[in-house]
Structures are given as structure tokens and as C-alpha cells.
């Protein structure tokens, strides 16, 4: 039995269509291995603090005094610990809300999902195989420089030593020329396809 962590950063929450692209997937991939749990993260129910001074100071007394189980690092050793990883996050200004980077930064612990080796060089410490990244875009952006997101999460995954990163996109469902209905529609036939192999 596998555990897969589902983080939400899906703001517009129901009328979110990464979140129903998202859903989809999780759908077919709980299909797919009844056996397996899934686990969700909803970072607007959660409302993480940013690393402002006193959270950073906090942070930093804590890591240092060694106290890695202490609540504060309790979303990183969750995002160690997985499985399987899916994060659904709306294109937004090149790249996604704030939410996930608060997120991103508060996993982002040294000796927990990534640590240093004997030379000095970054080593990833999580024992996830796979991360997925759902994303739905008002414009076309994908492999263009503009497109910042997948970037930083495939940085991230080598960062966290997660040996594949996938995309699954929907994107021009801003544009009002194109029929969206269809491109969202095509779109979760790709998320039943990928819950098979994921
Ligand atoms: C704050 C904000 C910023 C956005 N920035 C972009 C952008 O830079 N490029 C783009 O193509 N679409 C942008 N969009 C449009 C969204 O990517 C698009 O509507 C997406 O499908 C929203 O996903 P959702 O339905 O899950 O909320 C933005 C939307 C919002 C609300």
C-alpha cells in the first residue's frame, strides 16, 4: 500500500478548473489502486505563514536545537514520507499563487526532504518516485521561457531527490476564441491516461 499527497493550491476552490482536472486524475488514480490512500493538503483551509522574521527566527532555533518533530516541521516530513506526489496549482502570473511558494519553502528543510552528502553536495532526502504538477492556463504558454512554473518544480524535484517530474496542463481556457469546454474536456481524458501509469 502506497501513500499519495495531494497538495491543493487551487484558490478558486470549486470553481477551480485545476481543481476538477485534479479531481479527475485522483479519480482514476484511485481507481486504478484502490489499495493506496491519498492524503490532500489544502493550503487555503491551511493558511501557512510566509517565513517573515519571527517564523524564520522560530524556524531557525528549532533546526538548530535539533527538534525536527516539532509542528513546525510537520509538512516536510509529511512531503518526505510520500509516495507519491501530486500538486494542483492554477497558472498565475507565469507561475502559481503565493500559497504554494509559502508551501514550498516551509517543506524545504535540511535534513528532512533534502540534506548535503560528505563532499558538500545537495542531496535529495524524499522517497517519492514521481511528482505530478496539475495545472490549467488562461493563455498558451507551455514550453516557452514564460512558463516559470514547471521549472521550479523540476528544480525542486531534483532539489528534493524525487527522480521524476511530470506535467499534466490544460491551457488557452482564458481565450475566448477557442471552444474550452473541449480543451478541459481533452485535458481529463490525459489525467484517465496518466492515473494508469502514475
Ligand atoms: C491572479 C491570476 C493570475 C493569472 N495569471 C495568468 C498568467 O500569467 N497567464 C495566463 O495565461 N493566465 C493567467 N491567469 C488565468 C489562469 O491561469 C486561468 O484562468 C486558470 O485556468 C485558472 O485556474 P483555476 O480555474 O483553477 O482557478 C491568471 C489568473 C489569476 C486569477
Keep these: 500500500m502506497e501513500n499519495l499527497l495531494f497538495i491543493n493550491a487551487c484558490v478558486r476552490g470549486e470553481r477551480s478548473r485545476t481543481r476538477k482536472l485534479a479531481r479527475r486524475f485522483l479519480e482514476a ?10 492524503t490532500e493538503r489544502n493550503l487555503c483551509d491551511e493558511r501557512l505563514q ?22 513546525m ?3 516536510a516530513r509529511q512531503f518526505a514520507a510520500a509516495d507519491r506526489i501530486v500538486v494542483a496549482a492554477p497558472f498565475w502570473d507565469l507561475s502559481f499563487p503565493a500559497i504554494l511558494k509559502i508551501y514550498l519553502e516551509r517543506i524545504s528543510v535540511a535534513d528532512i526532504t533534502f ?5 558538500g553536495a545537495m ?3 524524499c522517497r517519492a518516485s514521481k511528482l505530478l504538477l496539475i495545472t490549467t492556463r488562461g493563455g498558451r504558454y507551455a514550453g516557452t521561457p514564460l512558463e516559470m512554473a514547471t521549472p521550479t518544480m523540476k528544480a525542486l524535484c531534483v532539489m528534493y531527490g524525487i527522480p ?11 481565450d475566448v476564441r477557442q471552444d474550452r469546454a473541449a480543451l478541459l474536456a481533452a485535458a481529463e481524458r490525459r489525467a484517465d491516461a496518466l492515473a494508469e501509469v502514475f
Design 123 to 125: 542531496k535529495g532526502l
Design 115 to 119: 540534506g548535503y552528502d560528505e563532499r
Design 164 to 174: 521524476e517530474f511530470q506535467c499534466l496542463d490544460a491551457e488557452g481556457l482564458d
Design 73 to 75: 516541521f510537520e509538512p
Design 29 to 38: 488514480y484511485q481507481a486504478k489502486h484502490p489499495d493506496n490512500t491519498i
Design 50 to 71: 510566509p517565513q517573515y522574521p519571527e517564523i524564520l527566527d522560530e524556524r531557525d532555533a528549532l533546526w538548530n536545537a535539533g527538534r525536527l518533530d516539532q509542528p
